[in-house]
């Protein structure tokens, strides 16, 4: 038996792969970055927006890819150096130590 949630899932991409000017769910995701650094045009965010209003997998996508785009800048800016000078060293000579143990070292 098919579910109600299903069956507009269907309809919807039916439509969106037939009538002209509709996004599919992979063009949304395409043109997410333009949509959320305002890069398109006024007719071409109209079309992203419909497909949101269609398309709730399609709007917890973008939601979370907001999200991935907010924090991923910041997880880069982390330290490497910093970070690599607060390992003790007799943890990182118990590695070296481990690794040389091993035949295939
Ligand atoms: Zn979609």
Known sequence: M???HRLRWRIQHWLENRV????TC?????TLDDYIDGALGRAGRMIVDIHL????TCRRYMS????V?????RALDTDETK???????????????????QPDA
């Open 53 to 56: 209003k269609t398309c709730p």
């Open 69 to 73: 785009r907010d924090i991923a800048p």
């Open 26 to 30: 992979a063009e949304f995701q395409q």
């Open 83 to 101: 970070a690599l000078g607060e390992i003790p060293e007799d943890l990182v000579l118990a590695i070296i130590m481990a690794r040389k143990a």
């Open 2 to 4: 098919i579910t109600r």
């Open 20 to 23: 002209p000017g509709l996004l």
């Open 64 to 67: 979370a890819y907001r999200k």
